[in-house]
């Protein structure tokens, strides 16, 4: 079958017909190409900027070409007409391992019932398998929404067997994302963390040109889980140790701006510190990050769309520097 065969044969409002996937298929990876034609092409380049009729020629894992009327050449060619193409979406805060509770608790309403019902309740229990079933559905899911790049602040970090299988469950989808590993909030656990991080990065994140990364997940407060999981210059120190970024979670309010200004005070707070919520922040807090962040380039906030859903505060103006 050849290109022009398998493009005659499938239907050109589904990308995913017989003919057109078994044509790939019959492909190595490293060789397939793959060009779409006819779409609405947002390039995000602003050169080009947005193309009607656009064509995307992908060689491998490369986007080699973008353009009008591109040759096929051998390419298995899928008509896009109709459909937008853009740069996929990132996701910068995903509890991967709890995606197979989606539905089961209907009466979770706030943050607080969430904490007992899942990081209280069924974390307890979790298996290395159960890990693995919850991260790579949850990559997948995000594969199928146009999600490319997924942060997965895996904070069910039992064992060193619970670390793996998440990391395993990513690399197995051939998503692009991030691995943020914290211990756990309540119950058993080998207390391995933040110790094991280090196993984990030789381990699994020896080389600086793959598709995931490592960080250190912690929370802002002790307020929930202890001391133990809460960010400040210990934690600091080890990421810095292993060259990795920190990922904080739940700073929000009256305790979170006070986290935010010890933080800085310390000299903890930086470009490689992601805050995440950051809801109900004070005006004081809200000027130490940005300081904190002067001249970086980047964003430092991580927009938290559900505040009003889990009580947590209303959204707060954006501070970029």
């Avoid at 509770?101 to 069924?122: E, K, N, Q």
């Avoid at 793996?164 to 656990?189: N, Q």
């Avoid at 430092?300 to 209303?314: M, N």
Wanted: aromatic share 6%; net charge negative.
């Amino acid at each position: 079958m050849n290109a022009n065969t398998a493009h005659a044969n499938a239907n050109v409002n589904d990308t995913t017909s017989a003919a057109v996937l078994e044509e790939l298929r019959r492909r190595p990876a490293d060789r397939r190409r793959i060009l779409f034609t006819g779409a609405t092409v947002v390039t995000m380049d602003p050169g080009l900027g947005v193309i009607d009729g656009g064509d995307v020629l992908v060689e491998g894992a490369t986007i080699t070409a973008v353009g009008r009327g591109l040759d096929a050449g051998d390419a298995v060619v899928v008509d896009a007409t109709g459909t937008v193409i853009t740069p996929g979406f990132v996701d910068t805060h995903r509890h991967a391992w709890e995606t197979q509770l989606r539905r089961i608790m209907p009466d979770v309403d706030d943050l607080g019932a969430y904490v007992m019902a899942t990081l209280a309740g069924y974390a307890t229990v979790y298996r290395p398998q159960d890990m693995y079933i919850g991260t790579r559905l949850a990559a997948l899911t995000a594969i199928d929404s146009g999600i490319t790049t997924m942060l997965d602040f895996s904070h069910n970090s039992r064992t060193g067997e619970h670390s793996d299988a998440a990391i395993e469950a990513l690399v197995d989808t051939g998503i692009r994302g991030v691995h943020a590993s914290m211990g756990p909030h309540f119950g058993e656990w080998d207390r391995q963390w933040p110790g094991d991080l280090t196993r984990m990065k030789e381990k699994h994140f020896s080389s600086d040109d793959q598709l995931l990364t490592l960080r250190l997940a912690t929370l802002a407060t002790d307020e929930i889980a202890g001391p133990a999981l809460a960010y400040g210059p210990e934690l600091a120190r080890v990421a810095k140790d292993l060259g990795i970024g920190v990922s904080v979670d739940a700073v929000f309010g009256t305790s979170g701006s006070e986290a935010v200004l010890r933080w800085a005070k310390d000299g903890v707070l930086g470009p490689d510190v992601t805050l995440i919520h950051s809801t109900g922040l004070t005006p004081e807090a809200w000027k130490a990050n940005a300081v904190a962040f002067a001249g970086s380039g980047r964003l430092k906030r991580c927009a938290d769309i559900a505040a009003g859903a889990t009580g947590v505060g209303g959204p707060d103006p954006v501070v970029s520097a």
